[in-house]
């Protein structure tokens, strides 16, 4: 009797725990499930604001029916209060905390340059819950820009770069509120493209006259820059660097903005670039035209832009973007960090310190030739020095040998 009162009794222990237990997965599963819906809501309304067009990939985001690409769902400064938005963003709330990654979403960034450097830093401007974006850039995804482009793939050749990363960027953060234009920076634009007071300009452009005007106009008006120098024939990822224009190194690029700068804007630095102080290991591909008469201008898109072709490593130009992501996000959500000095010292510089060195060592000491005559002198004057002087000089080891 007593066995059978026990053992209805762990029957009715294990049935408490499988009903606490059922009640608790069923409340996760009804979470997930509403969680879901509310998803599926927010697509359903970016399919209503864009008047119901559809997309290639549609069902991968509603499961049946249509979208279109992003529309702004919410105010960038209550992104956070959005569950999926939340949940998307954990690991950058984990690391920077909730008001720090609230800066981040609440901030509005302009990006003008499309191609391998300013697609991968939108990209990831994206992924760290950047609430608006504004890309720029005039020209058109090209079959030979696959090689490190962010997102782009073949169906995406031809098309405006712009456009193509609106289209990749509202699968992945469909609130972030972004505006494409397919439009070439210059003076006439600078009105329309930086007003608004952006948190953050990215100058991810490869033209001289272009790159050296959007610096000087985010100058003047104040705004926060971060430029990206040459990135082409470059191979080694360890010599990529963030600091001042002024600090830049073996970069012809860099160089090149440094004097339109000064020359024609009178601004010396101040403006933080991202370069590689590797020396560049490829030059322009010599012209080749279809006729013999025709010269580069013929082939020219844009008057001043370059038409040779530099050799571009992919993986840097994507490095560059990430670096200038990071550097972006970090000063947006206000995280306290020391860049590392620039030290690139190569042979000539060896050198010239060692040069330095012989020089304060003789204001010293004196020269070779002024030791040398004072020891002579020294070794006449005294005959107990004689043995020394006499003894023939031969050449000694830093280090003894052993059981020497």
């Known amino acids: 009797m007593e066995e059978r009162a026990r053992q209805l009794l762990l029957l009715t222990a294990v049935a408490g725990v499988g009903a606490a237990f059922g009640a608790l997965s069923t409340a996760a599963v009804f979470s997930f499930l509403s969680r ?3 998803r599926e809501g927010y697509v359903r309304k970016l399919l209503e ?8 990939h549609a069902e991968r985001l509603l499961g049946a029916g249509k979208t279109g690409p992003g529309a702004r769902l919410h105010d960038s400064s209550d992104l956070l209060s959005d569950e999926v938005v939340a949940e998307q963003l954990t690991r950058n709330i984990q690391f920077f905390g909730v008001e720090s990654q609230k800066k981040v979403t ?22 760290s819950g950047v609430g608006r974006l504004l890309l720029v850039d005039f020209d058109q995804v090209s079959l030979s820009s696959l090689n490190r482009h962010a997102v782009a793939t073949r169906e995406d050749v031809g098309t405006p770069k712009a456009y193509c990363l609106k289209k990749h960027f509202s699968l992945i953060y469909p609130e972030c509120q972004i505006e494409a234009r397919v439009q070439l920076y210059d003076s006439s634009a600078e009105d329309e493209i930086l007003s608004g007071q952006p948190d953050f300009v990215l100058d991810c452009i490869d033209n001289i006259d272009t790159k050296v005007s959007l610096l000087a106009a985010c100058v003047r008006r104040g705004l926060r820059v971060l430029s990206a120098m040459g990135a082409g024939a470059r191979a080694d990822p360890t010599r990529i660097r963030v600091a001042d224009l002024r600090e830049s190194s073996n970069d012809p690029l860099s160089r090149a903005v440094r004097y339109r ?9 101040g403006i933080p670039v991202v370069f590689s102080m590797e020396k560049p290991k490829a030059k322009l591909l010599p012209f080749q035209g279809s006729k013999e008469e025709e010269t580069p201008s013929d082939y020219q898109i844009v ?40 030290v690139n010292l190569d042979l000539d510089h060896y050198r010239i310190l060692h040069h330095r060195l012989l020089e304060h060592e003789e204001l010293i000491y004196g020269s ?37």
Do not use: C, W
């Open 106 to 127: 609440e901030s509005f960034v302009v990006v003008i340059g499309l191609g391998g450097v300013g697609s991968h830093a939108a990209s990831m401007l994206l992924r």
């Open 303 to 342: 008057p001043g832009f370059r038409v040779r072709i530099i050799p571009v490593l992919g993986t840097i130009p994507a490095i560059f973007g990430q670096v200038m992501a990071s550097y972006v996000v970090t000063q947006l959500a206000q995280l306290d960090f020391q860049t590392e000095p620039i």
């Open 261 to 269: 700068l000064k020359k024609d804007h009178g601004i010396e630095g």
């Open 49 to 56: 604001s864009n008047g119901g067009a559809g997309g290639p």
């Open 36 to 38: 879901a819906k509310r």
């Open 368 to 404: 070779a030739e002024q030791v040398l005559s004072y020891a002579a002198v020294e070794s006449e004057s005294n005959p107990s020095q004689k043995v020394l002087h006499e003894t023939p000089l031969r050449p000694m080891g830093l280090v003894r040998p052993r059981g020497g």
